[in-house]
């Protein structure tokens, strides 16, 4: 079965502050999204990597896809209230069908 | 452009009644997909539907629980004789096409209480 991982669970940092989000497995995904999820919401697409190595950046968030396909990186400079949010990370294992990580749930203090 | 639309947004059952939750894609859309997400866990896939057909089930429980897609109308989730166990976030998503990069567009979501 495959198993994603993220760390750290919970993050509490003050307003502009950087801090770095992490996915790791064991197994290879063809992609991986990353999603952003507010209460009482359904996730909304953040970004997809697809390629080893691949970097995205989406205004402050930069998004990394490891070399070997099997982890990814969520890092957003300069944090601000409105970045607070539960951030998901996912793998395709076939159409449609998404491997998600626990979640990380971040909280950004003015 | 609509998003994908859930319904009802929250529903309280009684153990033992049905619960019915209904999706409709977006438009242009004829992938559907259900998600369940539990109490301080993740999203869990149940179900992969495209019109008339169950692509993948492998997620759905084995008893009370079953999907459909029909020609016209939304997809249906139902759970038969709810337990307490099945309180949750069911998450319909949706998608144009079978692609490998597997991109979701999800619905806020039906959050049903079984009391």
């Known amino acids: 079965t495959q198993l994603l991982e993220q760390s750290p669970q919970f993050l509490s940092i003050q307003e502009g502050e950087n801090l770095t989000v992490y996915c790791n497995s064991s197994s290879v995904f063809s992609s991986l999204q990353w999603y952003r999820q507010e209460p009482g919401e359904g996730p909304v697409l953040l970004v997809t990597v697809v390629t080893g190595g691949e970097v995205k950046k989406l205004k402050r968030l930069t998004f990394q896809f490891g070399d070997a396909r099997k982890d990814s990186s969520l890092h957003i400079t300069a944090a601000q209230p409105g970045d607070t949010g539960l951030y998901l990370c996912?793998?395709?294992?076939?159409?449609?069908?998404?491997?998600f990580g626990q979640g990380t749930t971040l909280q950004v203090k003015p | 452009n609509a998003g994908v639309m859930q319904n009802p947004r929250h529903l309280v059952r009684r153990r033992g009644q049905e619960a019915r939750l209904r999706c409709s894609p977006m438009k242009g859309h004829s992938h559907v997909y259900w998600y369940r997400q539990l109490p301080e866990e993740g999203l869990k896939f149940m179900v992969y539907l495209q019109k008339e057909n169950i692509i993948d089930e492998s997620g759905m429980p084995k008893e009370r629980f079953s999907a459909e897609f029909p020609k016209e109308g939304p997809s249906i989730l139902r759970i038969q004789q709810v337990v307490r166990g099945d309180s949750a976030a069911y998450f319909c998503?949706?998608?144009?096409?079978?692609?490998?990069?597997?991109?979701?567009?999800f619905g806020e979501g039906s959050r049903l209480t079984v009391l």
């Open positions: 998503a949706s998608s144009p096409r079978q692609g490998s990069t597997g991109e979701l567009f």
């Open positions: 996912a793998g395709a294992q076939g159409a449609g069908k998404l491997i």
